[in-house]
Antibody, heavy 116, light 108 residues
């Protein structure tokens, strides 16, 4: 069955970096794009970034543009979110989701806390 | 940027009652609209796509309608497991997504 498992979250100081991973299984990885979506404490879902099935196209929300980078490693069936210059407002539960135009499968999320 | 607005923010419902949630887009998204159910500590669950098509395994008590800028999610007879937060999401300008702010269905 389709599985997406996020990892890499943790507590980090403002201005530092963190890399999240989304490990995919149960489907042909090279056929689907992958999104990152986050939920800040007490808030709703916010789309963060997407990478196309072949890695050729990447898009970002304005709130993270220039600071976050999405990438994928076909050999590991994994999508990454490199987060640099982290801010307190980046504190959130980060989910990855498989792209079917909408999100048909989601992971359970990994928590990122940006705090001094 | 397309803005999605959901109403009401909170809906208090008793089990067995009907729940109706609304979602409005700031410009037409045709029928490129999905609904998700989200419970604390769980992955969001796709309920509806194409504004009205139930995803695999979703019970028939969930139904979606609408097109253009006005959409509705209806739960015909609320079950205990349906108390959750519901989000609408447009994918008309895919691959960019926009979510509504969410609507909480709580026990009355």
């Amino acid at each position: 069955q389709v599985q997406l498992v996020e990892s890499g979250g943790g507590v980090v100081q403002p201005g530092r970096s963190l890399r999240l991973s989304c490990a995919a299984s149960g489907f042909t990885f090279t056929t689907y794009g992958i999104h990152w979506v986050r939920q800040a404490p007490g808030k709703g879902l916010e789309w963060v970034a997407v990478i196309s099935y072949d890695g050729a196209n990447k898009y970002y929300a304005d709130s993270v543009k220039g600071r976050f980078t999405i990438s994928r490693d076909v050999s590991k069936n994994t999508v990454y979110l490199q987060m640099n210059s982290l801010r307190a407002e980046d504190t959130a539960l980060y989910y990855c989701a498989r792209d079917y135009h909408y999100g048909d499968h989601w992971g359970q999320g990994t928590l990122v806390t940006v705090s001094s | 940027e397309i803005v999605m607005t959901q109403s009401p923010a909170t809906l208090s419902v008793s089990p067995g009652e009907r729940a109706t949630l609304s979602c409005r887009a700031s410009q037409s998204v045709r029928t490129n609209l999905a609904w998700y159910q989200h419970k604390p500590g769980q992955a969001p669950r796709l309920l509806i796509y194409g504004a009205s098509t139930r995803a695999t395994g979703i019970p028939a008590r969930f139904s979606g309608s609408g097109s253009g800028t006005e959409f509705t999610l209806t739960i015909s007879s609320l079950q205990s497991e349906d108390f959750a937060v519901y989000y609408c999401q447009q994918y008309n300008n895919w691959p960019l997504w926009t979510f509504g702010q969410g609507a909480k269905v709580e026990f009355k």
